[in-house]
T-cell receptor
Framework: GAGVSQSPRYKVAKRGQDVALRCDPI?????LFWYQQALGQGPEFLTYFQNEAQLDKSGLPSDRFFAERPEGSVSTLKIQRTQQEDSAVYLC????????????FGPGTRLTVT | AQKVTQAQTEISVVEKEDVTLDCVYE???????LFWYKQPPSGELVFLIRRNSFDEQNEISGRYSWNFQKSTSSFNFTITASQVVDSAVYFCALLWTGNQFYFGTGTSLTVIP
């Protein structure tokens, strides 16, 4: 596809379950970003990859959050032992060159932890 | 500290009215970028504009215009002759260094037909 895709679009998890959220960036895009958007709030930065290297993970809220991009394309955000406060929309964005500048966002994955 | 404030939480206008969305930012850096994004109900953030801190020229793109004023740390967005399709949440964002965006809390715009 032409844009950033994310799957699943919706995920319901019971508290304590592990979840994995997938992001397919635009082909050839070097940079990939994850954001967390709580209800009624703006997106908040989680982590940044340049190719397969995770250059910034300062926004990850706890050690239960883990992201990877092993081959420099598809990325997975994993949340272990989910908590209710993890309920949010998780947005992925990609950029064709190093750094942020013009980021193209995916539709997001809405995670609900019950 | 870096901060973006969008004081208007919700705005409703009647179709064809003009509307201005306010954005005030804080940063200690002299080099930074400001952005506006649109988030329609589908959830995807759509890039509208980017300005760097050294370019204070206002910009017009069709019905959209942006007013960047460093003196007041504001980067306001005006939609002229609003249309129902403009209904969305609009976010202002600041990029100062590295790779972290700082988004405001958004302004929800409803255009009533």
């Amino acid at each position: 596809g032409a844009g950033v895709s994310q799957s699943p679009r919706y995920k319901v998890a019971k508290r304590g379950q592990d979840v994995a959220l997938r992001c397919d960036p635009i082909s050839g895009h070097v940079s990939l970003f994850w954001y967390q958007q709580a209800l009624g709030q703006g997106p908040e930065f989680l982590t940044y990859f340049q190719n397969e290297a995770q250059l910034d993970k300062s926004g990850l809220p706890s050690d239960r959050f883990f992201a990877e991009r092993p081959e420099g394309s598809v990325s997975t955000l994993k949340i272990q032992r989910t908590q209710q406060e993890d309920s949010a929309v998780y947005l992925c964005a990609s950029s064709f060159r190093e750094g942020t500048y013009e980021q193209y966002f995916g539709p997001g994955t809405r995670l609900t932890v019950t | 500290a870096q901060k973006v404030t969008q004081a208007q939480t919700e705005i409703s206008v009647v179709e064809k009215e003009d509307v201005t969305l306010d954005c005030v930012y804080e940063t200690r850096d002299t080099t930074y970028y400001l952005f506006w994004y649109k988030q329609p109900p589908s959830g995807e953030l759509v890039f509208l504009i980017r300005r760097n801190s050294f370019d204070e020229q206002n910009e017009i793109s069709g019905r959209y215009s942006w007013n960047f004023q460093k003196s007041t740390s504001s980067f306001n967005f005006t939609i002229t002759a609003s249309q129902v399709v403009d209904s969305a949440v609009y976010f202002c964002a600041l990029l100062w260094t590295g790779n972290q965006f700082y988004f405001g809390t958004g302004t929800s715009l409803t255009v009533i037909p």
